[in-house]
């Protein structure tokens, strides 16, 4: 078992910058992967980013490339989604998620992510 938990989240107006942060605790393993989703009100929960643990590969939303990068931090189990020009429509509750055996073909898809932290807030507003 798997436990994530997310912070960094909160209010920002359009066009600043956000970071976000997700630390793993229990059992992991070598493939495993992490990353963000995403939920608006009224929405079905998106893929925003993923990374692998190990190798660095990263993976992103064609509506967030450009302006979000992830990070990880190996030693302390963590990652990190950099948001910038954030957007109004950037609004939601962001998921970390975690994926015992990552396979890149499916990063975007839910069930692809065995584990899920309880998600942080991040409002982009004027």
């Known amino acids: 078992q798997v436990q994530l938990v997310e912070s960094g989240g909160g209010l920002v107006q359009p066009g600043g910058s956000l970071r976000l942060s997700c630390a793993a605790s229990?059992?992991?393993?070598?493939?495993?992967?992490m990353g963000w989703f995403r939920q608006a009100p009224g929405k079905e929960r998106e893929f925003v980013a993923v990374?692998?643990?190990?190798?660095?590969?990263?993976f992103y939303a064609d509506s967030v490339k450009g302006r979000f990068t992830m990070s990880r931090d190996n030693a302390k189990m963590t990652v990190y989604l950099q948001m910038s020009s954030l957007k109004p429509e950037d609004t939601a509750v962001y998921y970390c998620?975690?994926?015992?055996?990552?396979?890149?073909?499916?990063?975007?898809?839910?069930?692809?992510?065995?584990?899920w932290g309880q998600g942080t807030q991040v409002t982009v507003s004027s």
């Open positions: 998620a975690g994926a015992i055996n990552f396979i890149g073909a499916y990063a975007a898809k839910t069930y692809e992510y065995d584990d």
């Open positions: 990374i692998t643990m190990i190798g660095g590969r990263t």
């Open positions: 229990g059992r992991t393993s070598s493939g495993y992967a």
